[in-house]
């Protein structure tokens, strides 16, 4: 699976920005998609997972409440729109597959992740 990520780019607190990304595979429905950050300096962390068939979600505490995750499996597409944007919300943000046989599955962890897309830059003023 391929996995492109868009929509990143400079923001100012207590903004908005969607990002998207698009996978290659058909089969786009049996993966369970997250998305994932990376701050300067700091380690790669999770933000958000979505279930393969959409119905289940799960957040990062940091993010609970600003962030919504949805996919759009016509599109081969998840998206993840970001509200009420801080400063500490800067990152690199990447996409993230992993096959699942399970409806309702998510994970948290990269480490269960198979393939991942190449990052788009997040950046928020104060």
């Known amino acids: 699976v391929q996995l492109q990520a868009s929509g990143g780019g400079l923001v100012q607190a207590g903004g908005s920005l969607r990002l998207s990304c698009a996978a290659s595979?058909?089969?786009?429905?049996?993966?369970?998609m997250g998305w994932f950050r990376q701050a300067p300096g700091k380690e790669r962390e999770f933000v958000a997972a979505?279930?393969?068939?959409?119905?289940?979600?799960y957040y990062a505490d940091s993010v609970k409440g600003r962030f919504t995750i949805s996919r759009d499996n016509a599109k081969n597409t998840v998206y993840l729109q970001m509200n009420s944007l801080k400063p500490e919300d800067t990152a690199v943000y990447y996409c993230?597959?992993?096959?699942?046989?399970?409806?309702?599955?998510?994970?948290?962890?990269?480490?269960?992740?198979?393939?991942w897309g190449q990052g788009t830059q997040v950046t928020v003023s104060s």
């Open positions: 595979k058909r089969t786009f429905s049996t993966y369970g």
């Open positions: 979505i279930s393969r068939g959409g119905g289940s979600t």
């Open positions: 993230a597959a992993r096959y699942s046989r399970l409806f309702g599955s998510l994970s948290s962890s990269s480490d269960e992740y198979n393939y």
